[in-house]
């Protein structure tokens, strides 16, 4: 049983097998299996399949017919960094079959991952760092499809169809407004946090282990303030830049040889660009924290 920090952990409903990250001796990280023996565990084991096109793989999903696994990994069939992948569980004989990467949206250039479905309540999950800041996530909720749908790209608009594998308006994406409502209703019985007629912050923001502000007006500090709403300017400068590098990229991976070369200096800037924004943020950041706090500190 893995007991490495990060790892995570799929139990089965019956509580007596997981699945979970671990990394083997040659450094890279492959899913390895437990089963509960009376009060033990026993010794983990590597899955068995072809993992020809997968690199570190991690964060395991299986759905509650034992055999579709869905995981995470780098290698050559990634979009970039983690891509989301589906493999089935061959019975005959004992291993698992060749993976295929669930495609866009679900994957993008950037890190997606962690992939899971409520079947009984028909929604799934998947965490991405797509437009988002350094060391932060998003999580996406969908409606999980009986088979994969294709878009024809052909006879669709190019910059509609870039906007909906970029996931640039999710309510792009709600082809069937029935189904979209009876999803949002089945989605605040689980959690209430998603109705936006229940939802009480406009956003939460950490200054220290005993504070967590939800309102401008919970500042004591205006020169705090201040540099939080310096932040919150470029936090909408950060989306918007990562935004256009996705696009660009998806342009990218679709243009010739040619086009690449003179596209790939753009691509460079705004990298550029998004590391010095980055970097800003976390110095507001630190700013905003230490300001206030120093305010608290006399109260």
Request: glycine content about 4%; some cysteine.
């Amino acid at each position: 049983m893995s007991e490495k920090e990060g790892s995570t952990v799929y139990e089965n409903e019956l509580g007596n097998k997981i699945y979970y990250g671990e990394i083997m001796p040659n450094g890279i990280q492959h899913i390895f299996t437990s089963t509960q023996l009376l009060e033990e565990w026993s010794p983990g084991l590597p899955l068995v399949g072809n993992w020809t096109d997968s690199v570190n793989i991690a964060y395991p999903f299986l759905m509650s017919d034992g055999l579709t696994l869905y995981y995470a990994s780098e290698g050559k069939s990634s979009l970039g960094g983690y891509d989301i992948f589906v493999t089935r569980y061959n019975t005959n004989n004992d291993s698992f079959l060749r993976s295929e990467n669930v495609g866009m949206p679900f994957n993008s250039p950037y890190n997606d991952y962690m992939y899971v479905i409520d079947e009984y309540n028909n929604l799934g999950w998947f965490a991405s760092d797509r437009y988002q800041p350094d060391g932060r996530v998003c999580i996406y909720v969908f409606i999980p499809n009986p088979i994969k749908q294709v878009y024809n790209y052909e006879q669709m608009d190019k910059e509609n169809l870039r906007s909906l594998a970029a996931i640039h308006s999710l309510k792009d994406t709600w082809s069937d407004s029935i189904l979209v409502n009876e999803a949002l209703t089945r989605l605040h019985k689980i959690d209430p946090m998603f109705d936006d007629k229940k939802r009480r912050h406009s956003f939460s923001f950490i200054i220290d282990d005993m504070h967590t502000y939800h309102e401008e007006t919970d500042f004591h500090s205006l020169q705090a303030l201040a540099l939080f709403q310096q932040y919150i300017q470029i936090q909408k400068v950060l989306q918007q830049q990562y935004s256009k590098l996705e696009d660009l990229r998806i342009s990218y991976n679709l243009a010739s040889p040619e086009k690449r070369r003179q596209m790939a200096s753009a691509i460079l800037d705004i990298e550029n660009r998004l590391s010095q924004l980055e970097n800003k943020i976390k110095q507001i950041v630190k700013q905003v924290r230490n300001t206030e706090i120093s305010v608290i500190k006399e109260k």
